[in-house]
């Protein structure tokens, strides 16, 4: 495995006049865990399609686990395995079917001890020969990614793996993927739109925006550029921008959807002069951002990060609700 596990110069995507991806560079260090942390259509899991050679690259270069993307892409696709948000488990079939049916796929002669190992790894060992459909949540987890590992990848892609789960569900998963980090050494490549979630997780994000990275760095990196609060704020009544830039403290002033996001030094000295200052209007919410990477995203784009483009359909939210039918 080469110093960098993923490496790319100018990635870019067009579909017509739209570019999905647009000239991206990137380095992904060998035995980390990398976030691309983003909205909802931002472009995230359009670049793991170009990384795992599922869409062509439009324009510029891409190399994983030191293979060209689009020279060499089969042994790209022996090297990596993925995690998708969509639901890959056939429940009618038990945990060594499925894994069997994977080693199929993959031309695995050589794979019953290892999925032995990943079984019992996962605590699955006792359930391998039950359906898949009396799984709990957290089961079918672990056993998409013992599928990923079954061919013993040097890079794992996860898109967006804890959509749909609830949160006690999610943080298992955290502990899972960097236990997988550290006992197998692979490089994890994933994807969230949860702000927490690649705080905990990632040791490099990259934050992604109408498909370009807009910052990247650490985690603590990224929280140290942000000097300042935000509060943000809706009212019943209709309030004006001039009406908001003049409250002593404020700096900067943008909207987003009915509410109002004030960039202010000090959330403690700014936030009592707003209320004074809408207390005619009738505030229905306020909520402040102290330093944070929810508050590098605001800062940078102007909006939150759970706030998708206008014309982005939130297809995940039809596999959330998938996930949660199934249980």
Known sequence: MPIDAIVTHGLTKAYGKLIAVDHVDMKVAAGGVFGLLGPNGAGKTTIIKLLTGLSDITEGTASVAGFDVQAEPMRVKQNIGWVAAEVILDDDLSAWENLWLQ??????????????????????????????????????????????LLHQPQVIFMDEPTIGLDANTRRMLWQLITGVNKEFHITVLLTS????????????????DQGRFVASGTPSELKSRVKADFIEVETRMSVSEPKLRQIPGVSEVRSEGKAWILKVASAEETLPRVLETLKSDGITRINVERPSLESVFMDITGKRIDHPGPDVQDYRKFYANLRRARQ
């Open 103 to 148: 080693a199929k796929l993959q031309r695995l002669s050589d794979w019953k001890d290892r999925a032995d190992d990943i079984l019992k790894y996962f605590e699955l060992g006792d359930r391998r020969k039950d359906k898949v459909g009396t799984y709990s949540t957290g089961m079918r987890k672990k056993l998409e990614i013992a599928l990923a």
């Open 193 to 208: 739109h949860y702000i927490e979630e690649a705080d905990a997780l990632c040791d490099q994000i990259s934050i992604i």
